[in-house]
C-alpha cells in the first residue's frame, strides 16, 4: 500500500483531519513548546498517583454492601479490563502522536476536527469536574482528621450542607489553588510532589493488605456471590439508561451484580488516561508512553483485587461502612490506630489525583487553544517554566470555586460517562489510523486488531448504557453546548484554515 502523504485538509469540510506530521511540528514553536522532563518512571508514578484514590479508599464499600458481597474483587478485575483494552489503544496512538491533549489530539489525527472538539470539549468536563469532586473528597478526609483532635470547622466554610445547599468548602478551594501553583512552577516539581506523596499512598495500601491480613475470617466471605436481588434502586431519569431502552433491570448481588459493580467501581481506575496528556512532555515518548500507561494500570489492578478481598474478609459485606470502609473495618476490630493512618494516607493521597487530573485538564484545553479552536492567547507556555500557565491559573480558579460548591453524588457518574466516551473515540481511532496511515511509525502497536479495539468500544459502551438516563441527559447538554461554541468561534479560527483558506 502506498504512504499517504502529509497533505492539507480539505477546505471547510466538519472532518478535516491534522496530520500527525503537523502535529508533531506544532509542537516545536518555542513560545507554544512544553518542556520535557519526565520519564517512564514518573509517568508510571502519575498513574498510580492519580488511579488510587476515591475509588479504592470509598467505592469497595458501597459496591460490596449494595451491588456485589465479596465478589466485589472479581468487579474489579471487569472494570479493569474494559481499561486494559482501552489502555492498549492510548499506547498506540500516545507513542505515535506525542502531542499534548490524549484522546483530542489523537481523534483530531483519525476521525477529524469536529469528533476531535466534541472528544476534547468531553475531556474539559471530565477532569474539571473529576479535579473538583476528589478535591471535595479530600476535604472530607481531613475534616475527619482534625475531628479526631478536636479542632471543628465552622459549618458556613466546611461544605454545602446537605439539606438547604448552603456554605463553602474553603479547604477544597484551598487545595485547588494551592496545585496550580505547584503546576505552574514546573512538570519536574508536579513529578517529584506526586512521587512523595504516592509513596505515602502506597505504603497505606500495602499496610491495610498486610495488616488485614491477619484478621480475615473465611465465613464473612461466605456467600462470595450473594443471591441475585432485583435492583429497586432508581426509577424515570434516575434509571440506568439500560432499562428505559430495553426493559433490561440490572441486579444487585448475583453473576449480573458483578458487572453491575463495575460500571461503579470503573471511577477508581479513572487516571490512567490522564498519562497520555503528558506524552509531549516525556524525553522518549514512543518507549516510555507505553510502559507508563500500562504499568500504572496493573499495579493499581493488583492493589486494588488484593484490598477489596481482605476488607471482605475482614467485615461481613452487609456490615461495611459506606462511607470510609477500609478505616471503619479497622475500628469495628478494635484497631483505631490503622484507621487513622488509613484516614491520613488517604487524605495526603487524594492530593496528588487533583494535581493530576488539572494538569490533564490544562494540557487538553491548552492543545485546542494551539490549534485555534479555543482562543490562541491560552497557548503560550511560560518564559521560564515552559508551562502553560494561562489555563492552569484559569482553569485552576474555576475549579476552586467549583469544588467550593460542589456536591460529590450529583457530578461523579458524569466523569465515568466522559471517560467512557473518550475511551470509545480513541478506539474507533486506532481502527481509521491504521488504515489511513499505515506508514506511519508505530513504537507500540495494538495487538489483535481490530478485535481489541471492537472489544474496547463494545465493554465502553455497555458501561455507559448502565449509567443513569439523568446523566446521559447532562451530558447531551454539555455537548450541545460545545457544539454551539464549535461553530460559532472554534471552525471559523482553526489554524487548518491556514493552510486551505477561511471555510
Known amino acids: 500500500m502506498t504512504a499517504q502523504q502529509d497533505t492539507p485538509p480539505t477546505k471547510g469540510g466538519l472532518f478535516r483531519t491534522k496530520t500527525v506530521e503537523q502535529s508533531i511540528r506544532d509542537t ?17 508514578v502519575f498513574g498510580v498517583g492519580v488511579i488510587i484514590g476515591t475509588g479504592i479508599f470509598v467505592l469497595t464499600g458501597k459496591v460490596a454492601k449494595e451491588s456485589a458481597g465479596p465478589a466485589t474483587a472479581l468487579a474489579f478485575v471487569a472494570a479493569a479490563i474494559v481499561c486494559a483494552l482501552a489502555a492498549l489503544c492510548y499506547a498506540e496512538f500516545a507513542s505515535t502522536v506525542p502531542v499534548a491533549g490524549s484522546a483530542y489530539t489523537f481523534a483530531y489525527a483519525s476521525l477529524g476536527e469536529l469528533i476531535a472538539w466534541i472528544i476534547g470539549w468531553d475531556l474539559v468536563l471530565e477532569f474539571a469536574l473529576g479535579t473538583a469532586v476528589v478535591a471535595v473528597g479530600w476535604s472530607g478526609y481531613v475534616r475527619s482528621l ?18 438547604t445547599g448552603f456554605g463553602f468548602d474553603i479547604l477544597a478551594f484551598v487545595l485547588v489553588l494551592v496545585l496550580t501553583v505547584i503546576l505552574v512552577l514546573g512538570m519536574k516539581l508536579s513529578a517529584r510532589v506526586t512521587t512523595v506523596v504516592v509513596a505515602i499512598k502506597v505504603a497505606v495500601v500495602l499496610i491495610v493488605i498486610i495488616a488485614g491480613l491477619f484478621f480475615i475470617k473465611a465465613a464473612n466471605y461466605s456467600p462470595f456471590i450473594p443471591p441475585a436481588e432485583p435492583q429497586t434502586s432508581g426509577s424515570g431519569l434516575n434509571a440506568p439508561l439500560i432499562q428505559l431502552m430495553f426493559g433490561y433491570a440490572p441486579t444487585n448481588f448475583g453473576v449480573l451484580g458483578i458487572f453491575t459493580a463495575a460500571s461503579i467501581v470503573f471511577f477508581a481506575f479513572i487516571g490512567f488516561d490522564v498519562v497520555a496528556t503528558a506524552a509531549e512532555e516525556t524525553k522518549l515518548p514512543q518507549r516510555d508512553m507505553p510502559r507508563g500507561i500500562l504499568a500504572s494500570l496493573f499495579i493499581c489492578t ?8 481482605v476488607v471482605t474478609g475482614m467485615q461481613h459485606y452487609t456490615e461495611l461502612s459506606v462511607s470510609a470502609p477500609l478505616a471503619d473495618a479497622f475500628k469495628a476490630l478494635g484497631h483505631p490506630f490503622y484507621a487513622g493512618v488509613i484516614s491520613f494516607g488517604a487524605a495526603v493521597g487524594l492530593t496528588t489525583v487533583c494535581m493530576i487530573l488539572l494538569l490533564g485538564q490544562t494540557r487538553v484545553f491548552f492543545a485546542m487553544s494551539r490549534d485555534g479552536l479555543l482562543p490562541r492567547f491560552f497557548s503560550k507556555t511560560h518564559p521560564k517554566f515552559g508551562t502553560p500557565y494561562r489555563p492552569t491559573i484559569l482553569l485552576g480558579v474555576i ?24 475511551f470509545v473515540v480513541v478506539a474507533l481511532g486506532v481502527l481509521v489510523l491504521r488504515r489511513t496511515r499505515p506508514d506511519l511509525h508505530r513504537a507500540f502497536r495494538t495487538p489483535w486488531v481490530p478485535l481489541i479495539p471492537v472489544l474496547s468500544v463494545a465493554a465502553s459502551v455497555w458501561l455507559m448504557l448502565n449509567l443513569p438516563a439523568e446523566t446521559w441527559l ?8 460545545g457544539a454551539i461554541i464549535y461553530f460559532s468561534y472554534g471552525r471559523r479560527h482553526s489554524r487548518i484554515n491556514d493552510a486551505v483558506g477561511s471555510p
Open 28 to 44: 516545536e514553536e518555542p513560545e507554544h513548546a512544553l518542556k520535557k522532563s519526565l520519564s517512564a518512571l514518573d509517568l508510571t
Open 474 to 481: 447532562r451530558f447531551a447538554i454539555w455537548m450541545a453546548l
Open 302 to 309: 493488583v492493589l486494588y483485587v488484593a484490598v477489596s478481598l
Open 399 to 422: 475549579i476552586a470555586i467549583v469544588a467550593g460548591f460542589t456536591s460529590i453524588d450529583e457530578l461523579a457518574t458524569l466523569v465515568n460517562i466522559g471517560t467512557l466516551f473518550a
Open 146 to 163: 482534625m475531628d479526631n483532635v478536636g479542632w471543628d470547622m465552622p459549618d458556613v466554610i466546611a461544605g454545602p450542607d446537605a439539606a
